[in-house]
């Protein structure tokens, strides 16, 4: 089974830079091919797709609001991966939340795909 968990979140002001970070740990990784994706969830509202990285990496998928802003990424060793946030705005706060789901697992901005989650961390942009 994996773990998975968030660090980065903090307060920052529109216009301002974050990195999150996702470490998995538990399951053998070769054994256990995981695409990662971030979602996020703002008070009263559902939780939506962010971001999604293949297991190679090579292939990177994003939601519209925040295409050119954020860059989804993971180490060499696939074993964490990161979310570049760039241009903050107040409306990019909530709660962010790092996902895995098998690499042949389709609908990556589905929640239903992802089977392993963290716990969260929560991200505050100040106007």
């Known amino acids: 089974q994996v773990q998975l968990v968030e660090s980065g979140g903090g307060l920052v002001q529109a216009g301002g830079s974050l990195t999150l970070s996702c470490a998995a740990s538990?399951?053998?990784?070769?054994?256990?091919?995981?695409?990662m994706g971030w979602f996020r969830q703002a008070p009263g509202k559902e939780r939506e797709f962010v971001a999604t990285?293949?297991?190679?990496?090579?292939?990177?998928y994003y939601s519209n609001s925040v295409k050119g802003r954020f860059t989804i990424s993971r180490d060499s060793g696939k074993s964490t991966a990161y979310l570049l946030m760039d241009s903050l705005k107040p409306e990019d706060t909530a709660v962010y939340f790092c996902?895995?789901?098998?690499?042949?697992?389709?609908?990556?901005?589905?929640?239903?795909?992802?089977?392993?989650w963290g716990q969260g961390t929560q991200v505050t942009v100040s106007s």
């Open positions: 538990g399951r053998t990784f070769s054994n256990y091919a995981m695409a």
């Open positions: 996902a895995a789901r098998s690499a042949t697992t389709s609908g990556y901005s589905n929640v239903r795909s992802y089977d392993t």
């Open positions: 990285i293949s297991w190679s990496g090579s292939s990177t």
